[in-house]
T-cell receptor, first 115, second 114 residues
Framework: AQTVTQSQPEMSVQEAETVTLSCTYD???????LFWYKQPPSRQMILVIR??????QNATENRFSVNFQKAAKSFSLKISDSQLGDAAMYFC????????????FGTGTRLLVSP | GAGVSQSPSNKVTEKGKDVELRCDPI?????LYWYRQSLGQGLEFLIY????????KSGLPSDRFSAERTGGSVSTLTIQRTQQEDSAVYLC????????????FGPGTRLTVL
């Protein structure tokens, strides 16, 4: 079974600084997707970034980038120039690329952003 | 609205009552997922629909839980004889159903069983 582990229950960062959230996963599949979702207090899960396992290049979306280390099964999220609006729960998630693609989530990291 | 909608937003019920939670996916999305978010269990998959069929119901926690989808659109999650451990946020997501496609989430229904 696939598992996703987030070892940081909470992280803090100051505005304009950079923070990295960690995620490791376990799977025997070779083809899969990894995601970072953001969940603000409104409860709405918002996709931040997505990485396809067969692509070696790390995904980037504006201030958000990932460090994908396939051999180490590591998938960290870097947030640059942090903003107050980045404060939220962040979930790392995995899905296979075959069959139906349910998401397997980590336990989440709460990100606090201070002025 | 172009997003996934869920109703009700919040539901408070008494132990032993039945509840129905509704999900309206994005128009044209063939895949629909239900997840549960609780303090003790984190985010867990419940059931997946492709069209009106549910190929995998293995995430449903007990036979008190059932779900259906009609017309390839709206889905209803029903919990019979609710228990306090059913208290959680129930999230619905839809996607186009193609490989690697993004899942779009609704705002969830917060269920509280007294």
């Amino acid at each position: 079974a696939q598992t996703v582990t987030q070892s940081q229950p909470e992280m803090s960062v100051q505005e304009a600084e950079t923070v990295t959230l960690s995620c490791t996963y376990d799977t025997s599949e070779s083809d899969y997707y990894l995601f970072w979702y953001k969940q603000p207090p409104s409860r709405q899960m918002i996709l931040v970034i997505r990485q396809e396992a067969y692509k070696q290049q790390n995904a980037t979306e504006n201030r958000f980038s990932v460090n994908f280390q396939k051999a180490a099964k590591s998938f960290s999220l870097k947030i640059s120039d942090s903003q107050l609006g980045d404060a939220a729960m962040y979930f790392c998630a995995y899905s296979k690329n075959t069959g139906f693609q349910k998401l397997v989530f980590g336990t989440g990291t709460r990100l606090l952003v201070s002025p | 609205g172009a997003g996934v909608s869920q109703s009700p937003s919040n539901k408070v019920t008494e132990k032993g009552k039945d509840v129905e939670l509704r999900c309206d996916p994005i128009s044209g999305h063939t895949a629909l997922y239900w997840y549960r978010q609780s303090l003790g269990q984190g985010l867990e998959f419940l059931i997946y629909f492709q069209g009106n069929s549910a190929p995998d119901k293995s995430g449903l926690p007990s036979d008190r839980f059932s779900a259906e989808r009609t017309g390839g659109s709206v889905s209803t999650l029903t919990i019979q004889r609710t228990q306090q451990e059913d208290s959680a946020v129930y999230l619905c997501a839809s996607s186009p159903g193609t490989s690697g496609s993004r899942q779009f989430f609704g705002p969830g229904t917060r269920l509280t069983v007294l």
